[in-house]
Every structure is written in structure tokens, then in C-alpha cells.
């Protein structure tokens, strides 16, 4: 009933930056949390940024002040702008969003294909 697709990924220097995309499209009456996980590998999936509507967004500690979490409600799009990115933030990124289905108002949680970020020199 809904995709998430990503954009935004690839390869990119220590120190350098990169902007993560996600458009949900489909039966969507709203999105009520949305953001990115991250998972390196040999390692579980984690939390790098969400945002509930109406609050404001809320970063995992390593990366605050470095990502920028962003949204355009009209489009159903939301961004993660990452910054001063370190060889530790290289992982495959996952969107993800709990929307309510405008067709029978049920919900659930949906993700992204997954972006592979890889900071290296």
C-alpha cells in the first residue's frame, strides 16, 4: 500500500557531506514518526535520527550536531543532511516511517531499500 524509496547514497571522504532522501508514496492519510536507521557490518541495526509530528527530531549522541533531520510534509519527503561524516558512519541507511493508510485509516511501520554510506579515503 506504501513505498519508501531512498536516494542519496555512495561514497564520500572523512569530513566530507551527504544528504540522504526518502518519498513515501501510495495510501498515505499521514506519517506520523519518521527517520533513518543504520547498520554497519556485524552490527544491529540503530537509530540515527526520528521525528513525531509535532516534536522535534531526536539524534542518536554520536551524530548530533553533525546530522540534520528534515521534512516536507506536502511531498512526503524527508531528508537526513549528514556533515563532518567520520569512516564510523559508513553503514547501509534505512528509512523508515509508521503511516496511517488513507484508504482504511490502519496502520503500520514501513522501510526503505536501504543506501550503502561509505566514508573512506
Known amino acids: 500500500q506504501v513505498q519508501l524509496v531512498e536516494s542519496g547514497g555512495g561514497l564520500v571522504q572523512p569530513g566530507g557531506s551527504l544528504t540522504l532522501s526518502c518519498t513515501a508514496s501510495g495510501s498515505i492519510f499521514s506519517i506520523n514518526t519518521m527517520g533513518w536507521y543504520r547498520q554497519a557490518p556485524g552490527k544491529q541495526r540503530e537509530l540515527v535520527a526520528t521525528e513525531s509530528s509535532g516534536r522535534s527530531p531526536v539524534y542518536k549522541a554520536t551524530v548530533a550536531g553533525r546530522f540534520t533531520l528534515s521534512r516536507d510534509i506536502a511531498k512526503n519527503t524527508w531528508n537526513l543532511k549528514m556533515t563532518s561524516l567520520k569512516p564510523e558512519d559508513s553503514a547501509v541507511y534505512y528509512c523508515?516511517?509508521?503511516?496511517?493508510?488513507?484508504?482504511?485509516?490502519?496502520?503500520?511501520?514501513?522501510w526503505g531499500q536501504g543506501t550503502q554510506v561509505t566514508v573512506s579515503s
Open positions: 523508515y516511517a509508521d503511516i496511517t493508510h488513507q484508504t482504511d485509516w490502519t496502520g503500520r511501520d514501513y
